[in-house]
Structures are given as structure tokens and as C-alpha cells.
């Protein structure tokens, strides 16, 4: 099992940015991809960007050009850089781990655009 703990969260204007953290430990050979999603109020948890073990990545289509998803592999870590933030980002922010078939979540952390 893959435990992940995401930090970086907090209150930015419109415009700033931050730089999340997750760090994953526990079982986490063979992890074939690991990624962030979001949830703001009201809302489906959507898709945000992802990294696979061989550094390929993808983004949703509005976050692109502005955030920057990236890994560590000696400290089990992913970041996400987010730029040029937006009211609309604000959401609660989820590590997600991808090992075959099985899904690892984190518990969130907020972050909040003030315009």
C-alpha cells in the first residue's frame, strides 16, 4: 500500500504562485505513474496533471502552460508548480498514486485564489 502526504497548500492572490508537495512512502516500487487532482466546492474531482515513472506527463487543458508537475525520485516526491493562479483554481488538491490497477489517495490540501 502507498501512502502519500500533500503540503503546500494556502491562500494566494490572483496572479501568485505555489508549489505543492506529495510524498509518497510505503510500497511504492512499481508505481507506473503519480498525479494531482482537484475539488473545488460542488464539484467533480477533476483531473489536474500527472508524471509516469519514465517522466512522461500530461495536464488538463486549463491549467496548461501555467502549472508544472515534476518528481524527485530520492525523496519519493511530486510537486506541482502552479503560476499565473486563478479564482477558479481554488479547489482542494489530491496526490494520487497509480500501481497496476490499484488507485492511492492522499487526504487534500486547499488552496484558495483570491481575486
Known amino acids: 500500500q502507498v501512502q502519500l502526504v500533500e503540503s503546500g497548500g494556502g491562500l494566494v492572490q490572483a496572479g501568485g504562485s505555489l508549489r505543492l508537495s506529495c510524498s509518497a512512502s510505503?510500497?511504492?516500487?512499481?508505481?507506473?505513474?503519480m498525479g494531482w487532482y482537484r475539488q473545488a466546492p460542488g464539484k467533480q474531482r477533476e483531473f489536474v496533471a500527472f508524471?509516469?515513472?519514465?517522466?512522461?506527463?500530461n495536464y488538463a487543458d486549463s491549467v496548461k502552460g501555467r502549472f508544472t508537475i515534476s518528481r524527485d525520485n530520492a525523496k519519493n516526491t511530486v510537486y506541482l508548480q502552479m503560476n499565473s493562479l486563478k479564482p477558479e483554481d481554488t479547489a482542494v488538491y489530491y496526490c494520487?498514486?497509480?500501481?497496476?490497477?490499484?488507485?492511492?489517495w492522499g487526504r487534500g490540501t486547499q488552496v484558495t485564489v483570491s481575486s
Open positions: 494520487n498514486a497509480k500501481k497496476g490497477l490499484l488507485n492511492s
Open positions: 510505503g510500497s511504492i516500487f512499481s508505481i507506473n505513474a
Open positions: 508524471i509516469t515513472s519514465g517522466d512522461s506527463t
